[in-house]
C-alpha cells in the first residue's frame, strides 16, 4: 500500500468538544469532524458533563469523519490500520458494569467542590499537602481524579454498595470511551494508560501500579480500578454497533501527554497546549525530578509495553483560552473567539490593565484554590480593547510563570542553544498571542504547520504499535521545523522585567477571596 492508501484514526476527546481525525501515513488529515458537548456548571466552581453524551458525540465524529473522508476519494474502509485515543484527564466517571450506566455525571478536571476535602486531608495527613508526592508526584489538589472519587463515595447514594459488590467501577474519559467502544456490558475492556492514571494521585510514579499505601490511606478499594497500559499497544478492537469495527486501538495518552508526542519532544524539550486551560510540559528523560517550585512530576509517555518511560515536569494552568470564551458567552465583548485578536490589536498595550482568570482558584506554580479573578489597573481610560489584550497577557505571564519555574528546577538554561517553546493547541493561530509570548518570555516560539499535535500523538501511538511509525520518524524534527512558525522577541528588555512584576503584584491581590459575601 502507498502512504496514501494507509490510515490511522484518532479520537480527540477535549474539555468542551469531539474530533475524529483520520490521517493518512503522512500524517495528512483526510476526513475530520468535530462536535461539542454541554457544559453543566450545578454550582459556582462545579464543572459536569454528561458521560453518555461524550460517548455519543464520538460516534457521531466517528461516522461524519469517515463520510467526508470517502467523500474526497479515500478508501479509509480497506486502509484503515489502528485508532488512538487522546482525552482530557483527570475528569472522572464511576458507572455500572452490569448497566452501563453512570452513576453520576462526569466531574470535570477544573471542577473545585473537592476543596474542603483536600484541607481537611492535608490538616489530617503527616505531609499535609504534599503527602503523596513522593509516591506520585501531584500535591492534595481538586485538580486529580482521586479527590473527585472521594467526593463521589461521599456524596452519592449507593455508590459505595456498589463498589462493594463489584459493579461499579472507576475510570477517567479513556477508561470510559475503551470499554464502551470495546463492549461495553458485553466484556468491554476495563483499562487505563500510564499517562491518564499518573494523574489520578492513585498510581506510584516508580512502580508504575495503583500505589497500595495511597489506596489504603483513602479508603479506595484496587477493585474498581482499571489495569494499566502503555501509550503505544494493542488494547482491543472496536466492537460491533460502532461505525467502524473490527480495528485495534493501539494507542492512548492524555491529551497534554499526546502533544508530546506530536511535536516530538524529547528529553531537555518542552511544549505548552492553549486550549481551555494551558498546559507546559518539559521531557526530563528517564528520570523523576522533584519540583521546588510549583511544578508536578509526571510520566511524558512510554511507547510500548517494554519501552522506557519518559517522565516529565508539568505545570497546569486552569484558565487560559477559557477566558476568551468567558468573554465571549459572559460578557458579550466579543461574539466568536476568533474576534479577540482584532479587538486587541487595536491598542498597543493594556494601558495598565492586568487581568488574573482565577476563576476556580490558580493551578502551577501558585497552587491557591483560595484565589478568584480579579481585573485591577482599571481608568476612566480603559475600554474593551484594552481589556481584551490584557486577557491575552494574563495566558502568556501563566505560562512565563510556569517556565520560569521549569528552568529552576530542571536546568534547562545550562545548555546554551536557544530556548525554543513549541506550542500547539486552537488559541495558537492567534499570531498577536503568540507575539505577546515570545516577548513576554524573551525567547523564541515555534508554531508548527499543524497546530493540532494532541490528535496526531494519539495517531503515532496508534500506528507505532501495529508498525505504521517507527519512533525514528515520529521524532525526527528537521523537517517539521522547516515548516514552523517562528516568533521572536521585540520587547525591550526593561519594559518586559516591569510587565513580569506587575503581574506578579496582580497575582498577589487575587488571594485569599474565596470567601467573599455574594
Known amino acids: 500500500m502507498s502512504d496514501s492508501e494507509v490510515f490511522i484514526g484518532s479520537i480527540d476527546q477535549g474539555t468542551t468538544s469531539t474530533r475524529f481525525i483520520i490521517y493518512d501515513r503522512l500524517a495528512r488529515a483526510v476526513g475530520s469532524h468535530q462536535v461539542e458537548f454541554t457544559q453543566f456548571y450545578p454550582q459556582a466552581g462545579w464543572v459536569e458533563h454528561d458521560p453518555m453524551e461524550i460517548v455519543e458525540s464520538v460516534r457521531i465524529c466517528m461516522a461524519r469523519a469517515l463520510d467526508k473522508a470517502t467523500a474526497n476519494g479515500h478508501n479509509v474502509d480497506s486502509g484503515l490500520k489502528a485508532i488512538g485515543i487522546t482525552n482530557q484527564r483527570e475528569t472522572t466517571v464511576v458507572w455500572s458494569k452490569s448497566t452501563g450506566l453512570p452513576l453520576y455525571n462526569a466531574i470535570v478536571w477544573m471542577d473545585a467542590r473537592t476543596s474542603s476535602i483536600c484541607r481537611k486531608l492535608e490538616k489530617e495527613l503527616p505531609g499535609g499537602r504534599t503527602h503523596f508526592v513522593e509516591s506520585c508526584g501531584l500535591p492534595i489538589s481538586t ?27 472507576f475510570g477517567t474519559i479513556d477508561t470510559w470511551l475503551i470499554w464502551n ?60 454497533g460502532w461505525p467502524i469495527t473490527g480495528i485495534p486501538i493501539s494507542g492512548c495518552l492524555g491529551d497534554q501527554h499526546a502533544a508530546m508526542v506530536g511535536q516530538s519532544c524529547r528529553k531537555g524539550e518542552a511544549k505548552s497546549t492553549y486550549g481551555t486551560g494551558a498546559f507546559i510540559l518539559l521531557n526530563t528523560g528517564e528520570e523523576v525530578i522533584k519540583s521546588n517550585h510549583g511544578l508536578l512530576s509526571t ?17 497546569s494552568i486552569a484558565i487560559a483560552g477559557a477566558a476568551v470564551q468567558w468573554l465571549r458567552d459572559s460578557l458579550g465583548i466579543i461574539s466568536s473567539a476568533s474576534e479577540i ?4 490589536s487595536k491598542v498597543s498595550s493594556t494601558g495598565g490593565v ?28 480603559t475600554n474593551k480593547s484594552h481589556i481584551a489584550r490584557a486577557v491575552l497577557e494574563s495566558m502568556c505571564f501563566q505560562v512565563k510563570d510556569v517556565l520560569d519555574s521549569m528552568h529552576k528546577d530542571a536546568e534547562a538554561k545550562s545548555d546554551k542553544t536557544e530556548f525554543l517553546l513549541r506550542v500547539d493547541g486552537g488559541a ?16 523564541s516560539v515555534v508554531r508548527p504547520a499543524d497546530i493540532e499535535t494532541t490528535a496526531l500523538g494519539a495517531a503515532y501511538a496508534a500506528g507505532l504499535a501495529v508498525g505504521v511509525y517507527t519512533e525514528d520518524e515520529i521524532f525526527a524534527t528537521g523537517e517539521k521545523l522547516k515548516q514552523a512558525t517562528i516568533f521572536k522577541p521585540v520587547l525591550e528588555e526593561e519594559l518586559r522585567k516591569k510587565k513580569a512584576d506587575s503581574w506578579c503584584r496582580a497575582v498577589s491581590r487575587s488571594f485569599d477571596l474565596a470567601d467573599l459575601s455574594l
Not at 219 to 235: F, Q, R, Y
Not at 341 to 344: K, M, P, T
Not at 354 to 376: E, K, M, Q, S, T
Request: with cysteine; glycine share 8%; charged share 20%.
Open 341 to 344: 485578536e482584532e479587538l486587541a
Open 181 to 240: 467502544l470495546t463492549g461495553g456490558v458485553e466484556n468491554g475492556l476495563h483499562v487505563t494508560d500510564i499517562s491518564n492514571a499518573s494523574r489520578t494521585m492513585l498510581m506510584n510514579l516508580k512502580t508504575l501500579e495503583w500505589d497500595k499505601s495511597t489506596l489504603d490511606t483513602l479508603g479506595i478499594s484496587a477493585k474498581m480500578l482499571p489495569k494499566i497500559i502503555s501509550n503505544s499497544e494493542i488494547i482491543g478492537n472496536i466492537a460491533k
Open 299 to 315: 510520566v511524558a509517555y512510554k511507547l510500548g509495553p517494554k519501552a522506557p518511560v519518559n517522565y516529565a515536569l508539568e505545570g
Open 143 to 169: 485538580y486529580f481524579s482521586a479527590l473527585k472519587l472521594l467526593w463521589l463515595l461521599d456524596n452519592v447514594e449507593g455508590l459505595n454498595e456498589a463498589v462493594k459488590k463489584g459493579d461499579a467501577i
Open 428 to 443: 495558537t493561530v492567534n499570531n498577536l498571542l503568540m507575539q505577546i509570548q515570545a516577548d513576554l518570555l524573551g525567547s
Open 354 to 381: 492586568y487581568f488574573v482568570p482565577a476563576f476556580n482558584g490558580l493551578f502551577a506554580p501558585w497552587w491557591r484554590d483560595d484565589a478568584r479573578g480579579i481585573c485591577i489597573g482599571i481608568t476612566r481610560f
